[in-house]
């Protein structure tokens, strides 16, 4: 059964702390993404990854960065957290070999609270 | 940049009754994407449509493209309240997926 884990379900931070979140996929898979999800804006993409120690950016990468070392690993870094990163975080993953018509596998999510 | 955007935001219906989600989008595509997520938990795949076809079928799922009008709609017959969630589509962009807003569905039993 594929399976994507981030650590943390739930995490409560204070402004200006750094941040790790953490996923891991079994899958063997090329790509992996990070996007953050926000009531009444959807999924927005933060990162993306084709392959080790490559990085991409999305849609919404300030004050975020990454780091890929491993194939199955993909962290997501706040350098200095901030309230208006209090948001639900999804980790992604889909196998390069198929392209644009791969079925992303997500995570459970990580629920950030910035205090 | 969204790409695909849902309606209606929020539907409401009751056991048994069927269920329309309409998807726009803007920019040409190859695929289409639906997925779901129950609340407070990761997205689950639903069904893929290409771009050359025009209807796909999975069990009570029913996807329908519409190129020409740059959208797509997702039907869930005979819904149960388990059907209760929020679905998003999804376009590939440049090697990425966008998901649209999503639509938050609600089957009363």
């Known amino acids: 059964d594929v399976k994507v884990t981030q650590s943390s379900r739930y995490l409560v931070k204070r402004t200006g702390e750094k941040v790790f979140l953490e996923c891991v996929q079994d899958m063997d898979h090329e790509n992996m993404f990070w996007y953050r999800q926000d009531p009444g804006l959807g999924l927005r993409l933060i990162y993306f990854s084709y392959d080790v120690k490559m990085k991409e950016k999305g849609d919404i990468p300030e004050g975020y960065s990454v780091s890929r070392e491993k194939k199955e690993r993909f962290s997501l870094i706040l350098e200095s957290a901030s309230t208006n990163q209090t948001s639900m975080y999804l980790c992604?993953?889909?196998?390069?070999?198929?392209?644009?018509?791969?079925?992303?596998?997500f995570g459970e999510g990580s629920r950030l609270t910035v205090l | 940049s969204q790409q695909g955007e849902e309606d209606p935001q929020a539907l409401s219906i009751q056991e048994g009754e069927n269920a329309t989600m309409n998807c726009s989008y803007k920019?040409?595509?190859?695929?289409l994407q639906w997925y779901r997520q129950n609340s407070g938990r990761g997205l689950v795949h639903l069904i893929l449509?290409?771009?050359?076809?025009r209807e796909k079928h999975s069990g009570r799922l029913r996807v329908t493209l519409d190129t020409s009008k740059k959208s797509s709609s997702l039907l869930i017959t005979a819904s149960r309240a388990a059907d209760t969630a929020s679905y998003f589509c999804?376009?590939?962009?440049?090697?990425?997926?966008?998901f649209g807003q999503g639509t938050e569905l609600s089957v009363k039993p």
């Open positions: 449509i290409r771009s050359n076809e």
């Open positions: 920019t040409s595509i190859n695929n």
């Open positions: 999804a376009t590939d962009g440049g090697g990425k997926l966008i």
């Open positions: 992604a993953s889909r196998d390069g070999l198929a392209g644009n018509t791969g079925e992303l596998f």
